[in-house]
């Protein structure tokens, strides 16, 4: 009987838990503990048969509270997202305080996230900078018979000896066969009346054989501050003025000098690259570039493409071909981009019909045979150059600007280029001039030049001679419509 109680006791416990579960609203669902089993007295026995009470606590329980004992100490809290973030500040603001942004911070700004790029794009913020950093459109002019013209930016750089006062300036990259590109930013620039010399030199120059291309840019501030100086981390503008392979470079190029330090060889449109005689690696890089229509190929072109002329429109009005041209003038600079050694003006160029031999037409600033107008050079002309720790001159080089202007005062053929005198194998056979003679000569696809110069030893200065320009008929054809 004591069993039988015992017994019935036990079924009593047992169905205790349950009831405790149920007595919690939600207990079951959330798996929380039941609470522990508690003898009603001293008295009392635990059940001898362990499985006999298995059988009577229900089996689905008992996986719930074991379940629920582990996400109560396993799962981790979760704290809500704050949303205090710049992010969740109004559009309005956001665009208040972007406004107060120099134009670098804005560009960096704007690659933060798509919703701070179309605020930092806003209408009324560049409209603000631009209208800061750009004046009002002004007219160049200048005088001419005591009338008052405009001048077009094609001519506008003759008249301006410094352009890089506006801002401008001239880079170069150097590009290796793998595609990492070397930029020189610094450049020494040199200031003539018809162009600009400019010099980089560096003691970080990278390895001559692992280059393959050098471009030269225009470089220009994207939004120019005249208040502030020029930075080379700010957003600017690039514009390709020409190209230059630097494959096989002592192989494929012409040798135009050397001294003791160095060797000088000229690319294609006036380049030139210094090599140190030792290492045969890259000294210095020089070129010579034109006043006209500086601007144009210094800021109107691409970063892959260069500027491209205008097509020129035939000047129908020419007098009769016959005639062939007249009342040309020939503006020449003779420098070694630290001294000038010639600077003078010819006029009443011209050239008959038949003058025409060889697809050239022939104009003649100095004559041979007329020695009242040869002119001797100021000093021995030399190509000077300069690096961190030397400087040099290269005899025998200079810098040939030729400004050749039509009967109407048009540029008709402009070039800066740096040539060399070379030794001629005859004597003079002038009277007048008894000493070595030197000669110099230019080409390109619109034109030639001959420079002929007579060595005096006696006064150690050097005579001009003879001075004739080739133009092409080509070219000439194409200005005029004519048919030559």
């Not at 129908?316 to 010639?342: A, I, K, Q």
């Not at 400004?403 to 800066?416: H, Q």
């Amino acid at each position: 009987m004591a069993t039988g109680c015992c017994g019935g006791h036990l079924r009593e416990c047992s169905a205790e838990p349950a009831a405790g579960v149920a007595a919690f609203p939600g207990a079951a669902e959330v798996g929380l503990p039941s609470p522990p089993f508690t003898p009603a007295g001293p008295s009392a026995v635990r059940p001898r048969n362990r499985s006999r009470s298995s059988a009577a606590r229900p089996q689905g329980d008992s996986r719930d509270v074991h379940a629920g004992i582990k996400s109560l100490y396993l799962t981790r809290s979760v704290k809500p997202k704050s949303n205090l973030g710049i992010e969740s500040m109004p559009s309005e603001m956001l665009i208040k305080i972007f406004s107060c942004l120099d134009t670098v911070s804005l560009l960096a700004v704007g690659c933060v996230n798509r919703h701070f790029y179309h605020l930092a794009n806003d209408n009324g913020i560049w409209l603000k900078i631009y209208s800061s950093c750009f004046q009002p459109k002004k007219t160049l002019w200048k005088m001419k018979s005591e009338q008052t013209e405009s001048v077009s930016l094609g001519c506008a750089a003759l008249h301006d000896r410094k352009p890089g006062a506006s801002g401008l300036s001239w880079i170069i990259v150097l590009k290796d066969k793998i595609g990492k590109e070397h930029v020189m930013e610094e450049a020494n620039l040199s200031f003539k009346d018809t162009s600009v010399t400019m010099l980089w030199y560096s003691t970080d120059w990278p390895c001559l054989d692992i280059l393959s291309t050098l471009k030269l840019f225009g470089v220009i501030p994207l939004l120019p501050d005249q208040s502030r100086a020029r930075s080379k981390n700010g957003p600017r503008y690039r514009s390709l003025i020409a190209e230059y392979r630097l494959a096989n470079l002592t192989e494929k190029s012409v040798e135009v000098g050397a001294d003791k330090l160095v060797r000088l060889f000229c690319l294609n449109s006036g380049l030139v690259v210094g090599l140190w005689k030792v290492k045969n690696e890259i000294a210095f890089v020089m070129t010579s570039l034109h006043y006209h229509q500086l601007f144009e190929r210094s800021t109107l072109g691409s970063a892959t493409v260069k500027y491209a002329l205008p097509p020129h429109k035939p000047l129908l009005d020419d007098v009769d071909p016959e005639y062939g041209l007249h009342d040309y003038s020939l503006h020449l600079d003779m420098h070694g981009r630290s001294c000038t050694y010639l600077c003078g003006t010819f006029k009443s160029l011209f050239c008959r019909k038949d003058d025409i031999a060889d697809e050239y037409l022939k104009l003649t600033a100095v004559s041979l045979k007329d020695n009242t107008k040869h002119l001797p050079l100021i000093g021995t002309p030399s190509l000077s150059w300069e690096t961190d720790v030397f400087k040099g001159n290269v005899k025998d080089c200079y810098v040939m600007d030729v400004t050749l202007l039509d009967e109407i005062g048009k540029p008709f053929w402009c070039f800066s280029a740096p040539v060399c005198m070379d030794l001629s194998s005859t004597a003079s056979g002038l009277y007048d001039y008894m000493g070595h003679i030197y000669t110099t000569d230019y080409a390109d696809s619109e034109g030639k030049v001959c420079v002929e110069l007579v060595w005096l030893e006696e006064t150690k200065e050097y005579f001009i001679v003879n001075l004739v320009l080739y133009l092409s008929t080509k070219k000439v054809n194409g200005w005029f419509g004519t048919n030559y």
